[in-house]
């Protein structure tokens, strides 16, 4: 989930898509007919495989003149304007994810879930929006969903009916099939922003603010182990993209994600994706094996797309064990909900580790929570800047750098509230002034309203 749509202003001008698929052809029956005809004698006629050696427009050329001189065969009276818009979904077929290509082409557009082949919904500015947009029926859908999947070698079948994956522009995609699926395949996308959002970005659409921007370069710089913590579509993602961008050029990472999304701008970065079972059910490779794995590819930094089970201990020893600079996201709704998440997903790592112990491994471990929320009116915030402090008794203690307070709801349904330092020197303070990262009084007095 990209941070920016959340900020896109409601008086947007409607995109063409919504003009061109209200048209009274795109419901009927008929019309839906016309276009699969055409798509199937387009495949009887025309020899896709010899046309893939050729350059990707001249293709297209070709492809387009093919599908015209199909429709000119047919009866059904058609205006100039329909002709091009069948011509058009045809090509989306054929080259494209067919209904879904002209959501895919809005830059509006953040989320498209598809929860029955005649209910497509979209995600713009934060909010749940009823498309017009409908699949012929459930086979065309689920021709689409294995379009996707192939693309990326991975399947999907009744033998393994769930499936993550990604599309060129790193976009995530989850479908789910029969006999899963109740009513027919689901499909979801998350997209990333065609151009992937800086800092300043983040600052100007008031997600946190530059003292906590500061904060966080600094600890970046400054090596220490930091987890973002925060619900579906909350921009933990986003964030790590962002957090990512202050590591230096000169220092060698390694990241590890279930499918690959991450988009680190440095050049010394060695990438590295789970693998599903075969169908047999053999040749799965889990996020803990690659976990494992990287520490000995003798890296500087480790960054994990999400730790989500048992490799959340590997993930910690590699934090206590020399790899500072580490980073990764976690479902959580608050810093202390992460302790706790944490504290579980070590359990299922089958350690036979006593919860104390468990403690002490997050508590040296982890130096920063970052936590991040998604607001009622679609915005996102940076809620809280926690640092854990270490143990105290039986318990991790952390302490709150940066608080959002939330104050209220606006005439316009926006939320209120104010960025708030609580006052507290961090105790890591010591080790960014060691580094050089030295911040000046007035970043832990700031205080900026939201309004």
């Known amino acids: 989930m990209s941070f920016g749509t959340a900020s896109a202003p409601a008086q947007a001008k409607e995109p063409g898509w919504v003009l061109r698929l209200t048209s009274k052809h795109e419901s009927a029956p008929m019309y839906q007919e016309l276009k699969f005809s055409i798509h199937r004698k387009l495949l009887e006629r025309v020899n896709l495989e010899i046309l893939s050696s050729m350059q990707s427009e001249?293709?297209?050329?070709?492809?387009r003149s093919a599908v015209a001189r199909l429709l000119d065969e047919e009866r059904t009276p058609l205006s100039l304007v329909e002709k091009d818009r069948v011509i058009d979904e045809v090509l989306d077929e054929v080259f494209g994810l067919g209904p879904l290509e002209p959501l895919l082409q809005d830059p509006t557009v953040s989320d498209i879930l598809v929860t029955t082949a005649r209910l497509v919904y979209?995600?713009?500015?934060?909010?749940?929006?009823?498309?017009?947009v409908e699949f012929k029926d459930t086979a065309h859908l689920q021709r689409i969903i294995e379009k996707i999947v192939s693309r990326v070698g991975r399947?999907?079948?009744?033998?393994?009916?769930?499936?993550?994956?990604?599309?060129?522009?790193?976009?995530?995609?989850?479908?789910v099939i029969a006999?899963?699926?109740?009513?027919?395949?689901?499909l979801s996308i998350r997209r990333f922003g065609r151009e992937p959002l800086r800092d300043t970005d983040l600052v100007r659409m008031m997600t946190l603010t530059e003292q906590m921007l500061a904060l966080m370069?600094?600890?970046?710089?400054?090596?220490?182990?930091?987890?973002?913590?925060g619900g579906t579509g909350a921009g933990k993602t986003t964030l790590l993209n962002i957090l990512s961008d202050y590591i230096p050029e000169d220092e060698r990472i390694v990241t590890i994600e279930d499918a690959a999304e991450l988009q680190l701008r440095q050049v010394h970065v060695g990438r590295m994706e789970a693998r599903p079972p075969n169908i047999e059910g053999q040749g799965a490779i889990r996020i803990r094996q690659l976990v494992i794995n990287a520490l000995r590819m003798r890296p500087d930094r480790i960054v994990v797309g999400e730790v989500r089970g048992e490799e959340c201990l590997d993930m910690l020893q590699a934090m206590n064990t020399g790899h500072d600079g580490s980073l990764t996201t976690v479902h959580a709704n608050s810093?202390?909900?992460?302790?706790?998440?944490l504290e579980v997903m070590v359990g299922m790592a089958n350690a036979n580790m006593g919860v104390r112990a468990i403690r002490q491994q997050v508590?040296?471990?982890?130096?920063?929570?970052?936590?991040?929320a998604r607001m009622s009116d679609g915005t996102r915030r940076v809620t809280h800047l926690t640092e854990c402090v270490g143990m105290e008794g039986e318990q991790v203690t952390t302490q709150d750098i940066f608080v959002f307070d939330r104050t209220g709801i606006g005439p316009q349904g926006r939320v209120q509230g104010r960025f708030r330092p609580t006052g507290v020197r961090p105790k890591f303070n010591e080790r960014l002034t060691a580094v050089g990262m030295t911040l000046p009084p007035e970043v832990f007095q700031t205080i900026v309203e939201v309004n």
């Open 363 to 372: 508590s040296s471990a982890v130096d920063l929570f970052i936590q991040v």
């Open 217 to 229: 370069k600094a600890c970046v710089k400054a090596r220490l182990n930091i987890i973002i913590s």
């Open 155 to 175: 399947r999907i079948d009744e033998s393994s009916p769930m499936v993550d994956a990604r599309l060129p522009d790193g976009s995530r995609v989850n479908a």
């Open 179 to 186: 006999p899963v699926a109740v009513d027919g395949p689901m």
């Open 122 to 132: 979209i995600e713009r500015a934060g909010k749940l929006i009823r498309t017009p």
């Open 58 to 63: 001249r293709v297209r050329a070709e492809v």
């Open 335 to 341: 810093p202390r909900d992460a302790i706790s998440r």
